[in-house]
């Protein structure tokens, strides 16, 4: 079965950076796009970026734009979310997702069905 795994958050403060990791299992990265999503409580869930698994194509939310960068590592099966110039309002539980049902990517929840744990990510002010 398809399975996710979430690492790399933690504390920092306002201005630094941090870089998650997901880590597949049990499926080939190369026929899924994976999205990163973040949820902080009473809040909702956001769509930060994902990647496409035909072409490597992007997108970015609005908020993250110019200082996030998503990436994959086919050789490691895993993606990454590298976060830069990291904001109090950044902070919240991060989540990767995949699908394989679209061509293309998008940071739409509804539209993934395999979800990791998540990693917290707290930036402080």
């Known amino acids: 079965q398809v399975q996710l795994v979430e690492s790399g958050g933690g504390l920092v403060q306002s201005g630094g950076s941090l870089r998650l990791s997901c880590a597949a299992s049990?499926?080939?990265?190369?026929?899924?796009?994976i999205g990163w999503f973040r949820q902080s409580p009473g809040q909702e869930r956001e769509g930060v970026s994902c990647?496409?698994?035909?072409?490597?194509?992007?997108y970015y939310g609005d908020s993250v734009k110019d200082r996030f960068t998503i990436s994959r590592d086919f050789a490691k099966n895993t993606v990454y979310l590298q976060m830069n110039s990291l904001k109090p309002e950044d902070t919240g539980v991060y989540y990767c997702?995949?699908?394989?049902?679209?061509?293309?990517?998008?940071?739409?929840?509804?539209?993934?069905?395999?979800w990791g744990q998540g990693t917290q990510v707290t930036v402080s002010s």
């Open positions: 049990k499926f080939m990265l190369d026929y899924y796009n």
């Open positions: 990647i496409s698994s035909n072409d490597g194509s992007t």
């Open positions: 997702a995949a699908e394989n049902k679209n061509i293309y990517c998008s940071t739409y929840h509804h539209e993934y069905d395999y």
